[in-house]
C-alpha cells in the first residue's frame, strides 16, 4: 500500500467515525502543523483504527476512559465524546465509562470527564 | 440495602468477574488493611460494576486501556487483563486495546502493556 | 447503617468542612450526574471523611498537596484550598505545603498551585 | 548565609528527620550524582524543610500523600514514610492519608501505597 | 558565594534566556509569593541553567519536550517556547521536538503542545 | 514510498542509533507482537526519526528528558540513554538534561532517572 492510499483509507476512516466533522478535525490540525495531521490520518486512523480485532464502540470506549483518567487533554476527550456516540454508544455507557475511572483515576478525573460529558450532550442536543 | 449486603452483592460481583482469584485477591487486600478490602469490594464492585448501562466486557476495556495509558499500576493492569478474558474479551482484543493506548500516551506504555498481557497469556496457558 | 444514613453523614460532614458552599457543590455534581453527586457524598465523605485517625486539617493538607502535584483538576485544588482554610489551615500552611510539592512535583506545579492559592485567597477576602 | 552554611543545616534538618538513616540517604545519592546529592541537602532540606510556617509533621504528610498519588516513585515514597513515622507520624495516621488517596488519584494507587506501607511497618518492627 | 550573589547570577542568566520578558516573569512571580520567586531565579535559573556541561539550546529542548509530555503546565511550556526561540533554537526545530513526543506521549499532547507553539510564534511574529 | 521501503528506512534509522542493539530490540517487540514491532520501526523510526529539522542528538536529548519527566517507562528510559551515548551526547550532557527535570517534575523523578544512567553507564563500562 503506497502513502497516499493510506492516507486516504485513514481519512475514510475519520469520515466513518466524525461524520461531517471530520474535515473541520483534519483542517484544524492542517492549521496546526501539516505534518502531524498527515500522522494522524495515516498512523491513528489507518493503521490502528482500520485494524480488525475490535470494534470502533469499543476503541471509542478505551479511548474515552483513558483521556478520562489521563486527565490532560480535555478538547481531545471532548472530541472522542463525540466519536464513541457517533459509533453507537449510547450517552448512558459514555457515562458509565467516565463514572469507572473514579475507581482508578479518582473522583477529580470522574467530575472534570462528565463535565465534558455534559458538553457534548447538550451541544449535540443544541445542533440537531 | 444495609452494608453487610452491599457487602455480599461486591463480592459476588468480584466473583462473577475473577473465578477462584476472588477469594486471593480479597484475601490480599485485607492483608494489607482490612478497610480498603472493604471498600474495593462495596464501592468498586458492588456501588460500580453492579451498575446497569454498561457490560462488564466493556468496562474491562475501559480499565484495561486506563491502567495501560496512566502505567503507574503494572499489577493491577495484569489483574485486569485477567478480568477482561475472564468476562468474554478475546486475547486479540486485548491486545488491540493495548495498541491503541500507542496513540493517547505514546509507546512506552503501549509496549509496557503489552509486556503485561503477554505474561497474562503465558501464566493463562500453564494453569489449564 | 443504611444507605439513607450513609448519606445523611456524608452530608453533614461535607457541610461541617464547606459550610455555606456545601450545597452549591452537591447542586453542581447533582447536575452533572446524580449518581456521581451520591458517591461522592456516600463514599468520599462518609466512608473516608468521617474516619477517625486523621484530622480533618491533615485530610486537607493531604488533598491539596496531591492536587497540586497531579496538576490535572484546577477546580478541585480550588475547592480543597477553601477546605483547607475552613478547617483551621493558615493561609500560611497552605502556601507552605504548596511550596513543598516543587521538590516532590517540580516549579510548574508549585507555581499553577500558587496561583490557585492566591485566588482563593483573593475572593474569600472579597466576601468578607 | 554562605554555601556551606546551607549544606550544615541542610544536613541537620535531614538528620533531624531521617536519623541514623541520613547518612545512608546522603551517600547513596552522592554516589549517584554529587552535585544532585548536594541540591537535595541544600534545596529541599535547608530551603524548604526548614522553613517555618508548617511543622515537619504535616510536611510529611504532605509528601506522602502526594508521591502515593503520583505513583511513579516507590522507593521515595517508603523513605518519606519513614521519615512521617520518624517527625510523629503514627501508623494509622500514614494508613489513612494514603487511603484518601482513593478519592484523588484512584485504589491502585492507594494499594500501591499501602504495600509500601505495609513493608515500612515491617522493617521497622524488625530492627527495634 | 553568598545567597545575594547567587540571586543576581541566576537574575542574569534569566535575562539572558527571556530578555525583555524577564523582569515580567520574575515580578509575576513574586507577585504571587516572594520566596518562590527567588527559589526560581536562585535554584532553577542560578544552581542549574549556570552549570557547564549543557547548553542552553539543549537545555530549553529538554524543557519543552518534558512540559509538552506532562501536559500539566500549558503557561510554562509556551513560556519555555519563548526561551528555546531566544537561546537559538528556530521554529522548526520547536516543532520537531513537540512531534517527537507523540511516540512518548501520544497525540493528544502533541496536538495540545502544537497548539501552544503556533501561538508563541503569532506572538512573536505580531511584536517584532 | 511503499510500506516495506518505509520498514527497511525505519530500520536503518534504529541501527544507526541503537548498532549492535537494534536487532535485539526488534526481536524484543516482535516476540511481544510483531504488529507493534512494525509500528515502532516504521512510525517511530522512520517518520518521525528520519525527519530532517532536528538533529539525531537532540532528539535523544527530548526523549531521555520526557521520559525522566515521564517516570513511567524506566526500560524505555535506559534504552533511550544508550541511544542518546550512541548518537553523540556525552555522559556529562546525559547527567544534566536529567538534572535539568527537577525543576520541571521534582527530585525523585531526577534521583530514579540518575539512577538509570548511572546502570547505563557501568553497563556499558564493563561490555567495552
Known amino acids: 500500500m503506497d502513502k497516499s492510499e ?9 469520515k466513518e467515525i466524525y461524520g461531517e466533522q471530520a474535515q ?10 501539516p ?16 485494524r480488525t ?9 478505551a479511548t474515552v476512559s483513558a483521556l478520562t483518567a489521563l486527565g490532560t487533554a480535555p478538547s481531545q ?3 472522542h465524546i463525540h466519536a464513541a456516540l457517533n459509533v453507537g454508544c449510547t ?22 470527564g462528565m463535565q465534558a ?4 450532550f447538550t451541544e449535540r442536543k443544541a445542533t440537531k
Do not use: W
Not at 493510506?6 to 475519520?14: D, F, I, P, T, V
Not at 478535525?25 to 496546526?32: C, K, R
Not at 480485532?53 to 470506549?61: A, D, H, P, Q, T
Open 6 to 14: 493510506r492516507y486516504e483509507r485513514g481519512l475514510a476512516k475519520l
Open 24 to 33: 473541520t478535525l483534519v483542517s484544524a490540525l492542517e492549521d496546526v502543523t
Open 35 to 50: 505534518d502531524l495531521s498527515c500522522y494522524v490520518v495515516e498512523f491513528a486512523f489507518e493503521d490502528i483504527h482500520c
Open 53 to 61: 480485532g475490535l470494534n470502533l464502540k469499543s476503541r471509542e470506549i
Open 77 to 79: 476527550l471532548r472530541a
Open 91 to 112: 450517552q448512558e455507557e459514555v457515562v458509565e465509562v467516565i463514572l469507572q475511572m473514579a475507581l482508578y483515576a479518582g473522583f477529580p478525573a470522574t467530575i472534570n
Open 117 to 120: 460529558a455534559k458538553e457534548v
